[in-house]
Structure formats: C-alpha cells, structure tokens
C-alpha cells in the first residue's frame, strides 16, 4: 500500500459492505469501512434463523453466526472500522463527509467509493396506525432477537412475505402470542416452508385482508381487519376484531438511495426490488464508474445475496485500484456470479433474476 | 407444477398437493423403522438436507431450487438432516400395530419432557389427539434445533406433523 | 397515564439465543423515576422493558413510542439529558441518565444548552 493513496471507502457495515471491504482487503487494497451504528453487522445480528441456500452460501448457518464470522474476518484482516460514524455527504470528485459520534467532522479522498446503505421498512397508513404498539416487523425483530425484550405479548403481522412470517415464528420463540397474519393479496407472499412452521403453531393466516383500523387509548388494544375484493377494497360486513397489543408491519422496504443521489448514481424504477434504486452494472458499478452499490440499496433481495453483490464490488474494486491481476478478478468474479446466479433460481428467485436483469440493461442505457 | 393453493392461502401443504410431488409417504412405507418425509413443494434455493445425508440418499442437485428427492434404499432414518433443514421441512414418521411415532424439528421454550403428555397437531395446528414424549435431543451439531419424538396413535399418521406449543408467559 | 402496566417483558430465556447473558445495570431516570437499565443497551430497550408505552406526545397531544427500532424514522425520540430530539432506539443508556416524554418538539434545559455535546 502506498501511502499517499486514497482508500475504497465502503458505507454501511452490514452483510454487503462488510463482504466488500473483506474482498478489498484480501488483495491488499486500502479500505475504510464507516456505520453509523455503534455496533457492525448491520441487520444480520437479529436473524437468527438458518438460512437458506448451499453450503458455500453459510446455508443451514443461522444468520447471527454468520455475522459473527463476518466479524471475526474483518478483524483478522485488521480492515479498519470506523463506528458512529455517519456518512452526510458526498461531492463529485469522491469527497466522503462523515460525522464520528456525533461531534467530529471530517472529509475523506476516496479512490473508490462502495455504497451498502441498505433499505428501509416501508409504513402503512390506516386509522391508528401512530399509536404506541404499532410497529415495523423489523423493529420487533430488534427488540427481540438483538435487545432481548418483548414489545407486546399478542401480536398481528401484516404482511405475509418472508420478513412478516420469519418474524411471527421468532416472536412466538420470544414467548409472545400471535393471532394473525394477514396479506392484502389473495396467495400469501413467503417461502411455503416458513408459512407451513408457523401455521402449524397454530396460526392463522388471511389472504385477502387488510387492516381497517387500530384501537385503543394510549397504546394498541385492538385491531380490526377485513376481506377486500379484488381492488383492495374492504367488503363491508366482514370486519373482525383481533385482541392483539402489537401490531407489526411487514410490506416491504424501500432502498436507502440518499448517497447514491449525493454521488449523482443515475436513478431507475424496478418496483419488484423496493422501487427507486441506482442503477448498476454486473460488476454492481453504479452510472458513476467509481462508485459502486450493493445489497439492498441495489436492490431489495436478502442477505446471502447481499453478501455476494458485496463480494463482487470487492473484487472489481480491488483489481480497478490496481490490486488484483486481470485473471485473478474474472475468476473469483465469476465464482461470485455463479453462487449469486444459484440464489436467483426457483419461483421465488426467478422474479428478482428478471428485475435485475433490467437493471443491467437500463444500466447499459445510461 | 401445481400452483399449491392450499399451501398459499391456508400456509401449509395439503395431503393432494404433497402427493402431486410425490411426496406423501405411505402407511406401508412407515411399518417398522419408520421413513422420511420431506414437505418441500416449492421450488427454493436450498440443498442442506442433500448435504447433511451421509448416505446421500438426498439428491437436490443443480439449480439447488430442485425439490429433493429420497433414495429410500439408502436412507438409514438416522434424522441428521431434521435439524439441517432450515425450513423445517423434515420428520420422520413409522407405525407399528396400532401406534405411530414421528421424529420432528423444535425450537421453542419451554421443551417439553420425556413421558410428558403433549396434543398432537396437524398442518394448520388444529389438536388432533392425545401424544406422549418419547425422546427429545438437542446435541451440539444441531445447531439449537431440538429433534422430539413422540408418539400417538396410529389412525392420526398421516395428519399429525408436531406438537402443540404450550403458551406460557414470559 | 397508562404506562407501566405491563410487568418487566425481558426475554430471559431463549431456545436459540439461550440464557439472558449477564449484565452490568446501570440506573436511569425516566419521568424522574428511577430504572434499572441493562449496560450496552438502546434507551429504547429499557423503557419497553420497563413496560413504558408512550416515549412522547405530539403537538396535538397523540402518543407515540417507537416504529423502526434502528435510527430511521424517529418516532421514538424523548428528551435524554436535557436534549429534546434524541432517537432513543439507538442511543445506549448511561448511569444517571435523565430521560423525558417531550412534548411536540420538546425544549432543551439551559445546562443542556450550556455544555452538553449530545
């Protein structure tokens, strides 16, 4: 490393970012990794159920312990973490703006820039829905798996896609009662496996139905759902009152794009992954040929993908800094490809293959 | 492939669509040292039950989104790939007379007890009937995936997929 | 005001996670009340073990508590310390810690203002 030389700097410190900063540190290239949290690992800590996929992707791993070894690599590398550290700006020229805990600001050169910012839980809006007890499925998942307390003993989920169905199994883990899950489309959204587990709790699951409203004084004490017809209206009479104290949302999340703006990343559409994201190449570099995005700012997918999208802006960071040999990248390129490409397959893995897809040709469009 | 609308409206599998993929065992199948049951009828990236097996009686192959496959002929019922599986897919069920046993996934508190008397329930967790605990273990490979046995009687076999979960408050 | 009617929600034992580690408590204030608090951990996880269910009122007097549980939406916020504003979800407690429900925007204290670096 020469000492004049600008790092890759990487934003975000979860299953992505850590994988990018992992691979750029293998080939020997200078790397900064920022979170603002004060703990890395992002939203891997409070997955603690197996995951999916082969062995070379952790499968059967619980998603907690893979964070741990995540970890356990970065420190052996000695990639240097920087915590409470918050990204607030970017300027052209890769001019990176952080703040350190809140009160030491700073500007850092980067030679390339690599943008794992993540996603965030989309809300819903219906009568009721500010009152204490309302909640993301995330957050209860927070509280439970990572901070160890239970936010409310009877629970409704809305939502129905892995996120609202894995989060219903470990709340009933965490010793709470849920009374539904509903999903306002007629076939619920998650893997067959997770429903199966948790119906077989004794679950209920309710396609076609929506929440009308919460109740209650000071916090949740009630919530009503109902049927809706095919243009997600509420069919009158068919209105149920749950006795639920917590009321969790899991409809989806939307990618956290504000850098990628800062860093002008031309903006598209994909609806399927979250909505507005940058734009990116195979090799996950955004229209700015020095930045690159990955995991779910690139595009709502799951941790394992997220893991190999980081593993490939790396490697193709790595070797654009002059630290990896043509050969070598189109190797361990191609390895990552072929393991991402194992994870895009299936009924569920198709649709997410197709929408990136198009984000490669609107990319080449750009 | 059929579209599984039991699985996709109610949660769990139907017996009708656990067949189409040829994957109901039979009654015959249980006698004795019991068989395999997989209920994994989507098509999903997954392959630790194949790598789990170290008879290789389990074939997913490639793309890993296959369902799998059982070689019974090789399968030992040794139930290593119970707690592999992350969707918790896998039990293993056997009959004898007019009893049946079934080895399954757990992973909540509190666990019950050998000789415990536990309600047995079917695949949208509805009580079917009475079961008794005959084994529970949790080794260290399991990764925190208890394996149960319990048994009860024979004429629930085909409906009866794990045990209802005892509410307590935390 | 209904809070503390639920009794302590703690997670101490866990068929994945196991046994509750051993922690350090520190005490903090809420509404001047004292309250055990785990080291290490967010406001936010002390108060919903607490069985607190409002964290603030709005201006027009709605009660909130938190929504994302990781620093995004800042529904959660109270008055810690004198600082109105502070997302307690991802802001660890500390021995002594004086947390408020604000009000609206909340206010800030004059020794806050005076050297306070939050």
């Known amino acids: ?366 | 492939m059929s579209n599984n609308e039991a699985l996709k409206t109610t949660g769990a599998p139907s017996l009708e669509e656990l067949l189409a993929v040829g994957q109901l065992a039979s009654e015959e199948e249980m006698e004795g040292r019991g068989c395999l049951c997989i209920e994994c009828i989507e098509e999903i990236p997954c392959n630790p039950c194949q790598t789990s097996c170290p008879q290789g009686a389990i074939t997913v192959g490639f793309p890993i989104t296959n369902l799998p496959v059982i070689d019974r002929s090789k399968c030992t019922v040794c139930g290593l790939c119970i707690p592999a599986c992350p969707g918790q897919a896998i039990t293993i069920k056997s009959v004898k007379n007019d009893k049946a046993r079934i080895r399954f996934p757990w992973e909540y508190l509190p666990f019950p007890s050998v000789g415990d008397s536990v309600r047995m329930v079917d695949r949208l967790g509805q009580e079917l009937c009475d079961g008794r605990i005959v084994s529970i273990t949790n080794p260290e490979r399991n990764n925190k995936t208890a394996v149960i046995t319990a048994e009860f009687p024979r004429k629930f076999v085909q409906d009866a997929i794990s045990i209802a979960r005892s509410h307590t408050d935390v | 005001m209904s809070a503390d009617k639920i009794p302590d929600s703690r997670i101490a034992r866990h068929a994945v996670l196991g046994d509750l580690p051993v922690q350090k408590d520190v005490t903090i204030y809420f509404e001047g009340k004292p309250l055990k608090a785990r080291e290490g951990e967010p406001i936010m996880a002390a108060l919903v073990a607490a069985g607190v269910t409002v964290f603030r009122y709005t201006k027009k007097g709605s009660p909130r508590r938190m929504f994302c549980g990781i620093g995004r939406c800042t529904d959660c916020v109270m008055t810690v310390d004198g600082v109105p504003g502070v997302r307690t979800c991802v802001t660890e407690v500390r021995q002594g810690m004086r947390v408020e429900r604000q009000q609206g925007v909340g206010s800030w204290s004059v020794q806050a203002e005076a050297g306070h670096a939050q």
């Open chain 1, 1 to 366: 490393m020469r000492n004049d030389e600008k790092p890759a700097i990487v934003v975000g410190a979860g299953p992505a970012g850590l994988c990018a900063a992992i691979e750029l540190k293998k080939a020997g290239a200078p790397v900064v990794l920022m979170d603002e949290n004060a703990k890395p690992g992002g939203q891997l800590f409070k997955q603690i159920h197996k995951f999916f996929g082969s062995q070379e992707h952790k499968a059967g791993i619980r998603g907690f312990d893979i964070g741990k070894e995540l970890l356990a690599e970065s420190l052996r590398l000695g990639i240097d973490v920087r915590l409470k550290t918050e990204v607030v700006g970017i300027e052209l020229g890769l001019k990176v703006w952080a703040v350190e805990d809140r009160t030491k600001s700073y500007t850092l050169d980067a030679g390339k820039l690599i943008l794992a910012t993540g996603a965030t839980e989309n809300a819903l809006s219906f009568p009721g829905w500010t009152l204490p007890g309302v909640m993301t499925a995330g957050c209860a998942q927070t509280l439970i798996n990572v901070h160890r307390v239970l936010p409310g003993k009877r629970i409704l989920m809305v939502g129905s896609g892995n996120v609202g169905v894995i989060v219903a199994y470990q709340l009933m883990q965490a010793g709470a009662q849920v009374a539904a899950v509903i999903e306002a489309l007629p076939r619920l959204g998650g893997y067959g496996v997770h429903t199966a587990k948790v119906r077989r709790a004794g679950v209920p699951f309710y396609c076609s139905t929506t929440i009308i409203r919460a109740e209650g004084a000071e916090s949740v004490e009630r919530a009503v759902i109902a049927s809706i017809d095919a243009k997600f209206q509420p069919i009158p009479g068919t209105e149920q009152i749950l006795d639920v104290d917590t009321i969790c949302l899991a409809v989806g999340l939307t990618p956290s794009i504000e850098l990628s703006c800062l860093a002008e990343c031309k903006q598209i559409y994909i609806p399927e992954l979250g909505g507005n994201m940058p734009a990116h190449d195979e090799y996950m570099r955004s229209s700015n040929q020095s930045v690159y995005v990955v995991g779910d700012i690139a595009g709502v997918e799951e941790a394992s993908t997220a893991m190999e999208e980081g593993r490939l802006a790396g490697i193709h960071a790595a070797w654009a800094m002059g630290y990896m040999d043509d050969q070598t990248m189109k190797i361990k390129t191609d390895e990552t490809r072929g393991r991402l490409q194992a994870l895009r397959q299936g009924i569920f893995g198709q649709k997410r293959f197709a929408a990136k897809e198009r984000i490669l040709a609107m990319r080449k469009d750009a």
